[in-house]
C-alpha cells in the first residue's frame, strides 16, 4: 500500500482518525497487520499481512530487510553530517546501525529543503526523524520509497496492490543468511602472554 499522510499504522486506536486496515476491503476479511511502521505524518510503501513468519521476518533487524526513504529536511546537511548518519547516530534507545545508504539527491536553495534518500534496515520508532534531528536538520516530509527490491513506483496514495510471488520470494530470501545481531560491547585488548 501507498499509505497517505494522516492514517495510523495500528490495528486499533480511539485517537486516530482513520487506520490503514480501513483501507483494505478483502474478501473474508482477514486480520491484516502492518508490517513495520510508518508514524502518521509518514507516506508511503508499507506492507500489511495475516502471516506472522513474513511480519517477524520483514521486520526483525537480523534479517537485514532495506528500507529505503526519500526524506525533505530543512537546511542542507553537510557532508560530515550524512556521513554520521551513514556511519550510525547515538539515540536515547541506543545507538543506530550504520546507514545501508545515505545520499543527497537535491538542494532547494528558494525554501531552504533539501531531499536525501536513506536506507536502513532498523525499524525503531519515529527512527529517521529522530536521526535527522539529531543531525539538527528536521524532517519536513518522509515516504517510503522502497522496501527490499519492491518499489513504491506509481501507486497513488491510499491505494494497495498483492504482492507477486516472485516479489514474496525475494523479499524473503534475506532469511537464509540471517545478519548476526549486533552488540554494543566495549572491548579491551588482552596481551598475549609468552612461555
Not at 513468519?53 to 529536511?73: A, E, G, Q, S, W
Not at 536515547?92 to 531531499?115: C, H, M, Q, W, Y
Amino acid at each position: 500500500m501507498n499509505k497517505p499522510k494522516g492514517v495510523t499504522c495500528t490495528l486499533s486506536d480511539r485517537h486516530a482518525e482513520r487506520l490503514i486496515t480501513e483501507l483494505v476491503d478483502l474478501p473474508g476479511n482477514p486480520t491484516l497487520k502492518p508490517v513495520g511502521r510508518l508514524d502518521a505524518n509518514s507516506e508511503g510503501l508499507i506492507f500489511l499481512s495475516d502471516d506472522g513468519n513474513f511480519i517477524y521476518k520483514l521486520t526483525h533487524p537480523r534479517y537485514h530487510v532495506t528500507k529505503t526513504y526519500l526524506v525533505t529536511v530543512r537546511g542542507v546537511p553537510k557532508p560530515d553530517d550524512l556521513a554520521r548518519l551513514a556511519s550510525g547516530v547515538r539515540l536515547e534507545d541506543g545507538i543506530t546501525a550504520p546507514a545501508d545508504r545515505v545520499r543527497l539527491v537535491k538542494s532547494f536553495p528558494d525554501n531552504d529543503t533539501t531531499d536525501i534518500e536513506i536506507a536502513i534496515h532498523e525499524g525503531r520508532k519515529r527512527q529517521i526523524r529522530r536521526m535527522f534531528d539529531y543531525i539538527g536538520s528536521p524532517v519536513l516530509r518522509l515516504v517510503r520509497i522502497k522496501i527490499g527490491e519492491v518499489t513504491l513506483g506509481g501507486l497513488p496514495a491510499g491505494a494497495w496492490r498483492h504482492l507477486t510471488k516472485t516479489e514474496i520470494a525475494k523479499l524473503l530470501e534475506p532469511t537464509a543468511e540471517p545478519q548476526p545481531e549486533l552488540k554494543h560491547t566495549a572491548s579491551r585488548r588482552i596481551p598475549n602472554k609468552k612461555g
